[in-house]
């Protein structure tokens, strides 16, 4: 990416959609782009410290993530983050299901090439 290059701002559901859900007291999300070059952007971009970042405020208490390549996906373990899991957490989202939709609302710069690419 050049530093002349256009960027356009939006949410990361345009690039991706996300499932999510309980393991225990962690919550696991994946997160499947919706082409090849979002694939091949946000496998850079949504790096495992940029997901603890975002969910920072819920107490996470680490990260473990994987590359799916041939699935263009991503898939990410938020440890602790459910503060004791869907029988003991006190959440009223204890069972970490809204957490996809959470994190599909980050804000993301994109190259104006890949947004074109979204449409075409």
Avoid at 52 to 64: C, D, N, R, S
Wanted: charged share 20%.
């Amino acid at each position: 990416m050049s530093s002349t290059e256009s960027m356009v701002r939006m949410k990361l559901g345009v690039l991706a959609c996300a499932r999510s859900g309980d393991k225990g007291s962690s919550s696991n999300i994946g997160v499947i782009a919706r082409t090849p070059a979002a694939f091949e952007f946000l496998k850079e971009w949504l790096t495992p410290d940029r997901v603890l970042e975002y969910f920072k405020p819920l107490g996470p208490t680490g990260i473990q993530s994987h590359v799916f390549p041939k699935l263009g996906a991503m898939n990410y373990t938020l440890e602790g983050v459910l503060a004791g899991g869907g029988s003991r957490s006190l959440r009223i989202d204890a069972q970490g299901k809204a957490l996809a939709q959470a994190l599909l609302e980050i804000d993301v710069e994109v190259p104006a090439a890949l947004v074109a690419s979204l449409v075409s």
